[in-house]
């Protein structure tokens, strides 16, 4: 069955710390990949995806197709980064339709 | 990006009634969605709202609970059918930009019935 992994529910880190939020998945092919960022009272959105290869809010993601990973990063965390993260795989077998993992919490303390 | 909202915002319902979330967006879309996530939970897609037919469901809904209906490219409704406990929830309307493979969320709709 396809899926999307995040194993870690809570990840608490110290501000300036590196941060790496972890995502695998057991698609077959190669599919696009997101991460999706819910901060406190604010709405589902967009952070990044693989294939823009951006660098947003100096969060980065790159995709391992041998590891079947897409593990979220971001060098020295900031308190303004905590927030609930969302690996979303693109399930192109299943009418292009994204898939949420269960979703990372991260918190940065100062 | 697509401006996205929902209303209404929250709602307190009790069971056995029904209760519609309308989802307006600010630009003509092919493809909407209704998702639903529970307390402590990730997302989980409902339907996919098609314009001028019937919605396509995921696996373990179905219309008779959650009617959708899709008028327009810019506006649909989910009902959320003889409600229980089970149905409290946020229920988030999406949008996904035509050509590319983003997508965009409303606000969200919090409903908790009792």
């Known amino acids: 069955a396809q899926r999307v992994t995040q194993p870690e529910k809570l990840l608490s880190v110290f501000k300036g710390a590196p941060v790496e939020l972890k995502c695998n998945y057991s698609y077959s092919g190669s599919p696009e990949l997101f991460w999706y960022v819910q901060y406190s009272r604010q709405r589902l959105q967009l952070l990044l995806r693989h294939i823009s290869r951006e660098s947003i809010k100096g969060f980065t993601a790159d995709l391992n197709k041998g590891e079947t990973s897409f593990h979220l990063k971001k060098p020295f965390a900031q308190e303004e980064d905590s927030a609930m993260y969302y690996c979303a795989p693109l399930n192109n077998n299943a009418g292009n339709m994204l898939t949420f993992g269960g979703g990372t919490r991260l918190m940065v303390k100062p | 990006s697509a401006v996205i909202s929902q209303k209404p915002s929250r709602d307190i319902c009790q069971r056995g009634t029904s209760l519609t979330i309308q989802c307006q967006v600010d630009s003509q879309v092919t493809m909407m969605f209704w998702y639903r996530q529970q307390p402590g939970q990730s997302l989980t897609l409902i339907a996919t709202a098609n314009q001028g037919s019937e919605a396509t469901y995921e696996s373990g809904f179905v219309i008779d609970k959650f009617p959708i209906s899709r008028p327009n490219l810019t506006f649909s409704t989910l009902t959320v059918s003889n409600m229980s406990p089970e149905d409290s929830s946020i229920y988030l309307c999406?949008?996904?930009?035509?050509?590319?493979?983003?997508?965009?969320f409303g606000p969200g709709t919090r409903l908790t019935v009792t």
């Open positions: 999406s949008v996904r930009r035509d050509k590319t493979y983003e997508q965009y």
